[in-house]
């Protein structure tokens, strides 16, 4: 058997098994969720160790007809960058549920079976080489996801479920029609038929006229955009991370928001360079404005949940800054940015959740002095906040530190300015993050060590067990990144000599044309037939 | 020499605070964790000295040696002008000379913290954060590309705040540590800028490459833009205009902190920074000047604020930032050894100064104002003469320590193609203030009636492990001058031969020529030192002898006196343009105005017109038969109809 394909189903397994436990039985309940994700961590482990990295094509791929009439396959396999989501997504699946493991009692056994299905269609999404499968799984991951905020969601967790699916299923629905847009227009080139085969329309697409390329990567952008979420399309993410569960809101945080990035990467790019191109400032400009607005936006929280999934806002727009800078530097700090993210705003979401489940709030004005009373605590939230701040040494500034590179030297936007801005962003991250490190954790203790009404202890060994993997990745990141950005790296690197490919093909195209404008119209017309 | 020398260094402190932190707080024995504290850095002095004596044998060319460890940040993608930066260690003359100022002075200062932290319970993490605080700074100084220099830069950041905040307790301590993190990010945002301007132009952050590629350019604009915001950067670190304000809040942190952090060494970052860079610098004359002006101007103005503070933490807070402006005064009018060398003296006998504070504090248990102080000599006699000493040395008397570095950047601003006479005066006034809030200091403080409530407080002097280090340093602040005398006083000046080969790129490209000994340079000499001794005299005369004049003087000159005390309003002027009105926008337009009012409004209002439409059509769909088939009967006929009309 396919390992890739094993690696994708196998939550299906403790899906299945949960069926045979009694509801009332917790404790294996959870064991059971737990093991199964630790056991697909293993596995995935085997991908990591079985990758060739010299090699920029996809691995372990397998393909399998399905509706044979329209060309779909079943059809997966990784490349570098897909790689690495997948084993974030491995490795923080199993940490969000033993780092919540006494949060949830409310229907326990369906929600375990909603966090492995949710796994399925997250790995499922990272590892389709076909664009219908890619659909199937990004909206099949929808639903868990609509379910987990919908039912083990705080007060107002309907508003916000509804909010996320309608933001979601409004740009997947235009994502739809550009998949089969794109199929049918492959049928219409001489000699082809109808495909969602993406590596067939890797070459087929990008020779697309303008307009059409236009159309389809803003639908397909669009999507993606909401996903991330970039600005101003971002206001469903506040809601639902608040909203959400901790394991919930770990999870969306840390692994969905990367599919709108890893989108853009891996369909917006290649299939649609020229479309890019003309886009690239529309998206650089919302890119910059989601840094600096995000930031803004988080610091005057008061909720330290809000504050988080708006801190999520401005990190993400340095995703979307270095992907289209379409530099080698910035489509790696990009990849290793969404890494990072995931790591660093997952570890956040623990802490909140860790601390809601002492406290019963998440106000700042009800904290203070916390560190005197959760000394290790302490010590975990300063490491995840300086990793967030993008303190070198840690993640997050190997990435911050390449896309602000990536864009500043960047002939596609054309300007320093981007890079400039984005980069204020670094000062405002520590404002935000240290003003509510010292309102949560600093200061004089509140009178008898209450807060919310409660008495808070410091981390259980189970806690810190969850967190420390996290840790670990963190420096690892920060201090020896190669072993993480070598795996990428001929990713970028194809994706951007293709870019680079098209331009100077335009160049030259231009070049040539420009005395004689009727060709241009013919060589269209040709091209359309 | 031994290849992995630089390694060695940078190791022990980092082992130390890994230990410490793993396993400090199991530690319930003070003596073990302050013998680990400060062994890792003794052993990181001892070994950067064997190194430094070897270097004296080797021929000066062959002095400079790189260790590269291994590839930090890359983009791994083998394309010829891709990202690569490695974790590599560079000894020179300029860095040999910085890590035994950091591990010297440091180690120094972790011994005397024994005493100081004594009985705190955080006493373990206090030096699991000095060790860290050590390894960052070492990474600073030797980083051989300005990445590594940045992760260094940003590192003693770190630690600067969690030393400031280190009693989290209080409220204060927070706002400060935040401050001061705040500030510093807003300098490195401009040094991160600086850095990108660099590798595009240059297609590296290596120093040897860099440097090699600039040495044969000539000026030009780009040069001047890189130049100016690597400044904003140390701006930042080493508290200059306009970025200094979070200086004198760090005062927050224990004294040790205050004496390592924030006068011997962090401070002094960007002073180093731009002496390694003297060759970019060399290539922007225009923002030589720049440097040249904001440290004549921030070596006056924070002079004159430490006329009238009452807290003697920050009275010497000040005259840090005010010390700092003549280092970067040396560096704008490119007399970059007379900027280092003064950045030596000063580590010795600022140390002293806040080591001798904090005795002071320390034996008055935890009094920081010197209007409740008086006559302490009699109580602390060993604090008071290494005191006197270092006040001395600062004032720039002959022949201690400060005299020789502050009068060598007072003659290069005299007399330097890039100095100017007005810089001059700017740097003498400077001294003259410098002088005489340090005596009023020192007569506020030791000598005088006895201020304080004898019920309450019983000053006693501090432990030798306290004592000790202040001697040790009130004996580098005396002769701690003598590597640097000029050869108008029959010296060698040995610091700047050692350091010649790493400034001669800059110096060549600036064509700066040597000067013979001119009458003009004992006529300063003299005038600075008269100007010296004039202020000292004042100020004993004023405290001592006639302590009326002050109270006179204060309300004859209310206002100025006020403006002085209240640090000319700059902290209340930020927050008023900067902090209040960000704050504001985020909260009021951005928040509840651009996200809930005007995004979600739009989404919800859409929703509500989707529902609105919804319940509209609904009506349509009334389940009685007979609608049904009348509409049927009726949709039937107008297609006839059209049929039929076509």
């Known amino acids: ?529 | 020499m031994v290849a992995y020398t630089p390694l060695i260094i940078v190791l022990f402190p980092l082992l130390g605070f890994l230990f410490l932190g793993l396993i400090g707080s199991r530690i319930k024995n003070e003596k073990l964790i302050g013998l680990i504290g400060s062994g890792t850095v003794g052993l990181s002095f001892l070994v950067a000295l064997g190194l430094f004596f070897q270097m004296t044998g080797l021929h000066p060319e062959e002095r400079k040696h790189v260790v590269e460890l291994f590839t930090w940040i890359s983009a791994f993608t083998g394309t010829a002008s891709s990202f690569s930066v490695s974790v590599a260690y560079q000894i020179d003359q300029l860095s040999i000379l910085m890590t035994l100022i950091v591990t010297g002075v440091g180690f120094l200062i972790h011994v005397y913290s024994i005493g100081y932290m004594h009985g705190d319970p955080g006493f373990w993490r206090f030096f699991t954060y000095m060790n860290l605080f050590i390894f960052a700074m070492l990474n600073l100084v030797l980083a051989d590309n300005f990445l590594l220099m940045f992760l260094g830069w940003e590192g003693v950041g770190l630690c600067s705040y969690l030393l400031i905040g280190f009693w989290y307790e209080k409220k204060f301590t927070g706002d400060a540590a935040k401050k001061a993190f705040i500030v510093n990010r807003v300098g490195d945002f401009g040094f991160l800028l600086g850095m990108f301007l660099i590798f595009v132009n240059f297609q590296s952050l290596n120093f040897d490459a860099v440097f090699g590629r600039a040495a044969v350019l000539n000026p030009n604009s780009t040069m001047v833009w890189i130049t100016l915001l690597l400044f904003i950067g140390a701006t930042g670190k080493s508290a200059q205009i306009p970025l200094y304000v979070w200086l004198p809040d760090a005062m927050a942190g224990p004294t040790p902190v205050s004496a390592l952090i924030h006068a011997a060494t962090m401070v002094t970052a960007g002073v180093y920074m731009v002496a390694r860079c003297s060759i970019l610098f060399a290539l922007a004359p225009a923002t030589l000047e720049v440097v040249a002006i904001i440290g004549a101007l921030t070596a006056i103005f924070a002079a004159s604020i430490g006329l009238v503070q009452n807290d003697i933490k920050k009275v010497l807070a000040y005259s840090t930032i005010s010390q700092l402006g003549y280092m970067f005064l040396a560096m704008g009018v490119a007399a970059f050894t007379a900027g280092i060398f003064h950045l030596m003296t000063h580590a010795f006998f600022k140390a002293l100064l806040f080591l001798g504070s904090g005795a002071v504090i320390h034996g008055m248990h935890d009094e920081q104002d010197i209007q409740k102080m008086g006559g302490l000599k009699k109580y602390l006699p060993t604090t008071y003469r290494t005191f006197v000493i270092g006040a001395i040395a600062i004032a720039g008397i002959p022949p201690f320590a400060g005299f020789f570095s502050k009068d060598e950047i007072l003659w290069k601003t005299f007399s330097g193609e890039y100095g100017s006479v007005l810089l001059w005066v700017v740097g003498a006034l400077g001294a003259g203030l410098t002088a005489f809030y340090m005596f009023r200091l020192v007569s506020l403080t030791f000598e005088g009636d006895e201020r304080f409530d004898h019920h309450h407080v019983h000053p006693h002097e501090a432990p030798k492990t306290m004592t000790v280090p202040l001697q040790v340093l009130a004996f580098l602040s005396i002769v701690g001058g003598f590597v640097g005398i000029p050869a108008s006083l029959f010296g060698g000046n040995t610091i700047e031969h050692w350091l010649e080969p790493v400034f001669a790129p800059a110096n060549d490209k600036l064509r700066l020529t040597s000067h013979s000994v001119e009458w003009t340079e004992y006529l300063l000499m003299f005038i600075s030192v008269g100007i010296a001794v004039a202020a000292i005299y004042a100020a004993r005369t004023v405290y001592l002898k006639r302590a009326e004049l002050a109270e006179r003087w204060k309300n004859k000159y209310a206002s100025l006196y006020k403006v002085l005390l209240n640090k000319y309003f700059v902290d209340e002027v930020y927050d008023k343009t900067i902090v209040n009105p960000t704050v504001k926008i985020s909260e009021g337009f951005l928040w509840k105005g651009v996200d809930v009012s005007v995004i979600d409004g739009a989404v919800n209002g859409s929703a509500k017109l989707v529902a609105l439409a919804a319940q509209g059509i609904r009506r349509i769909q009334t389940g009685v038969m007979q609608q049904y088939a009348t509409v049927f009967v009726g949709g039937i006929v107008l297609i006839m109809i059209w049929l039929i009309l076509k």
């Open chain 1, 1 to 529: 058997m396919n390992i890739l394909t094993l690696t994708i189903f196998l939550p299906l397994v403790g899906v299945a098994a949960l069926f045979l436990f009694n509801k009332e039985n917790a404790g294996a309940i959870k064991l059971a969720g737990f093991v199964t994700t630790l056991v697909v961590f293993v596995v995935s482990l085997y991908l990591y160790f079985q990758f060739d990295s010299t090699h920029a094509g996809f691995q372990f791929q397998q393909k399998a007809v399905w509706i044979a009439g329209l060309n779909i396959s079943y059809f997966v396999g990784i490349d570098g960058m897909s790689l690495l989501l997948i084993l974030l997504t491995t490795f923080l699946t199993p940490l969000a549920l033993l780092g919540t493991w006494n949060s949830i009692s409310h229907r326990l056994k369906e929600y375990t079976m909603m966090i492995l299905l949710l796994e399925v269609g997250m790995i499922g999404v990272f590892a389709a080489l076909d664009l219908f499968l890619f659909y199937i799984f990004w909206e099949a991951m929808l639903i868990p996801m609509y379910f987990i905020i919908g039912i083990w969601g705080g007060q107002e967790r309907i508003y916000a479920a509804v909010k996320f699916f309608l933001f979601t299923l409004f740009g997947s629905l235009l994502m739809l029609v550009a998949i089969l847009a794109l199929g049918y227009y492959a049928s219409t080139l001489p000699g082809g038929q109808f495909t969602t085969n993406l590596l067939d329309l890797y070459s087929i697409a990008p020779r697309m006229a303008l307009t059409l390329q236009s159309w389809m990567f803003l639908a397909f952008a669009l999507s993606f955009a909401i996903k991330v979420p970039l600005f101003p399309l971002h206001t469903w993410l506040p809601d639902a991370h608040v909203q959400a569960p901790t394991a919930g809101s770990v999870i969306l945080a840390g692994v969905l928001l990367k599919m709108g990035t890893y989108g853009l990467i891996r369909f917006c790019l290649p299939l649609f360079p020229e479309a890019a191109f003309r886009f690239t400032p529309l998206l650089g400009v919302l890119a910059v404005i989601g840094i600096i607005y995000g930031a803004l936006v988080a610091m005057v929280q008061t909720d330290i949940k809000k504050l988080v999934a708006y801190s999520s806002v401005s990190h993400l727009g340095f995703v979307v800054l270095g992907t289209f800078a379409m530099t080698e530097e910035g489509i790696q700090g990009a990849i290793i940015q969404m890494i990072n993210h995931g790591l660093s705003t997952g570890a956040l979401f623990l802490i909140v959740g860790m601390i809601y489940d002492r406290a019963h709030t998440r106000a700042i004005s009800d904290f203070g002095g916390v560190a005197k009373i959760m000394p290790v605590f302490a010590a975990f939230f300063m490491i995840f906040t300086f990793s967030s701040i993008g303190l070198p040494g840690l993640n997050g500034f190997v990435g911050e530190f390449l896309v602000l590179l990536g864009s500043f030297k960047s002939t596609f936007l054309g300007t320093y300015a981007y890079s400039a801005f984005a980069a204020s962003g670094v000062i405002l991250a520590a404002v935000y993050m240290l003003w509510m490190y010292q309102r949560v954790m600093l200061g004089p203790v509140r009178e008898g060590g209450m807060y919310g009404g409660h008495k808070l202890f410091d981390l259980t060994k189970r806690e810190i067990a969850a967190l420390v993997p996290i840790v670990i990745f963190i420096v690892w990141i920060g201090v020896y990144p190669g072993t993480f950005l070598n795996k990428s790296a001929p990713v970028a690197k194809k994706v951007v000599q293709e870019l680079e490919l098209v331009r100077q093909g335009n160049q030259v195209r231009t070049a040539q044309l420009r005395p004689q404008p009727a060709a241009t119209l013919k060589s269209d017309i040709s091209k359309n037939k």
